[in-house]
């Protein structure tokens, strides 16, 4: 049987290619190849090549693609039950006299299965069904004579239960953060003097140590969310079985969700330290300041931040303030928003994120290393893959070249985010970014309006009813 190819084989092409379909292909179990690579298969005969036996087992970016790809399909506990009964199924029709083979031949393998799926899907046995089943199988694995085979069972539900616990706890803390910073910052301001109000710069007056800590919070983020999440985002129904969803019970990819409301966070909080000084020179300083941020972003490789950076400063009631904005060098900012300009696709910003990206691979520190791209256009070619193909062929059979595609860019994805932050953490700083309370977009108009007036009748009147609705003042 022809052997899945690696990544680098699958996506050193030009990208997705409809034409494979109208070539030769060769046919093998169910499996549909062309030049060795696998293009198309029944969803029975893929998961099939997905469970190892004495002579196989399968390639680690099948294993990968299929894990992550299959939920489009079926729920992973569905999954899970299949490739338990396929396991058993090998052991039963085994020869009862040499039970010793399954398991010195296929025990081994099955297990490494299973680790990879644990290490690199943990989110899957937050089920309890699914949980059951790794557990039961695992079970069937460590009853044979090896020691060796019980001790590496047990250090993998043992690592898998440390990471379920560590996110479980991650999203305890996210819970508590949301909580604190649900105040609107002008609720603060009414019970609290603005000349005793911290500010950005009195938390942190270098632009390059606020561009650190920026960083570690990217990281620590985007660390937590699982790939399957990127799917789930997007499941459908499966247009073989209209009655019940591909995934009825998905989880809300709710890390995915966390990660993009802190990019809302930045900009939003960029906006309020913008538009809450009093003074215009203390504006223009912000402003600054923010522009030095989002350029040490820059070369950290911290796109996320910078783009979230931008966005807060192109925010209407930021930019309205033209006597401000007078004040300000703006050179700096000029480059970073041609950097980050979305026309042609963000041709500039896709050619720095793939420079980046080439200079990770060849990296020898872990400041080198670090990628963070701009997730929301991250999320929205993902989108824009799995809208733009279909998942069946119209023989019924899986689009496995989609999968493909899709895998490899959440494989990128994959690497980016298993880099270790090298900054040291300052915990005032983290705590002031990620707590204190922000504008709303009323509460951003009416500081915009208060510090410089507005320039018409629309504006006049907007000033009026937001002063009246959230302060109380005609």
Not at 65 to 91: D, G, I, N, W
Not at 187 to 204: E, M
Not at 406 to 420: G, H
Request: some cysteine.
């Amino acid at each position: 049987m022809p052997q899945t190819p690696p990544f680098a084989a699958m996506f050193d092409s030009s990208g997705y290619n409809r034409n494979l379909y109208q070539t030769k292909e060769d046919n093998c179990g169910g499996l549909c190849y062309h030049d060795n690579n696998l293009l198309s298969g029944s969803l029975e005969a893929l998961i099939q090549h997905l469970v190892p036996n004495v002579d196989y087992y399968p390639d680690r970016t099948y294993i990968f693609t299929f894990l992550l790809s299959s939920r489009l399909f079926m729920h992973p506990y569905e999954l899970m039950a299949k490739v338990c009964h396929l396991c058993v199924e090998q052991q039963r029709l085994s020869d009862p006299g040499l039970d010793k083979n399954w398991t010195q031949k296929i025990a081994p393998k099955i297990l490494q299965l299973l680790t990879e799926w644990t290490e690199t899907f943990p989110y899957d046995f937050r089920d309890e069904r699914m949980m059951r089943n790794l557990k039961e199988l695992a079970q069937r694995i460590a009853s044979g004579d090896e020691q060796m085979y019980r001790k590496n069972v047990q250090q993998l539900l043992q690592s898998l239960i440390r990471k379920l616990a560590a996110v479980t706890q991650y999203e305890e803390v996210l819970a508590k953060i949301d909580a604190t910073t649900s105040t609107d910052r002008l609720t603060l301001l009414k019970t609290k003097p603005q000349s005793i109000q911290r500010d950005i710069i009195t938390v942190c007056n270098d632009p390059y140590v606020l561009a650190q800590q920026l960083t570690h919070i990217e990281l620590e983020r985007l660390n937590y969310i699982g790939p399957e999440e990127f799917i789930q985002a997007f499941v459908q129904k499966d247009p073989l079985n209209n009655d019940k969803s591909c995934y009825g019970e998905r989880k809300k990819a709710r890390n995915l969700e966390a990660y993009v409301e802190w990019f809302n966070r930045l900009s939003y909080l960029v906006a309020t330290e913008i538009c809450m000084p009093v003074k215009k020179k203390h504006r223009t300083r912000v402003i600054e300041y923010f522009i030095d941020v989002a350029r040490e972003c820059f070369n950290i490789g911290n796109f996320n931040s910078l783009m979230a950076i931008i966005s807060g400063m192109n925010m209407s009631p930021v930019s309205r303030l033209k006597k401000t904005w007078a004040k300000v060098k703006t050179a700096k900012f000029d480059i970073l928003e041609h950097q980050m300009d979305p026309s042609s696709n963000f041709y500039n910003y896709r050619t720095a994120l793939r420079g980046a990206t080439q200079r990770s691979l060849t990296a020898h520190s872990n400041r080198e290393k670090i990628v963070i791209p701009f997730f929301s256009l991250l999320i929205k070619d993902i989108y824009f893959l799995n809208e733009g193909c279909a998942n069946r062929l119209p023989n019924g059979h899986v689009n496995f070249e989609k999968f493909w595609e899709l895998a490899k860019q959440v494989s990128e994805f994959m690497a980016w985010k298993q880099v270790e932050c090298p900054f040291e953490r300052d915990w005032k700083i983290l705590q002031y970014l990620l707590t204190v309370p922000v504008f709303s977009d009323d509460a951003l108009y009416l500081a915009s309006y208060e510090s410089e007036s507005p320039e018409n009748h629309i504006e006049k009147d907007r000033w009026k009813t937001l002063r009246s609705a959230l302060l109380g003042r005609v």
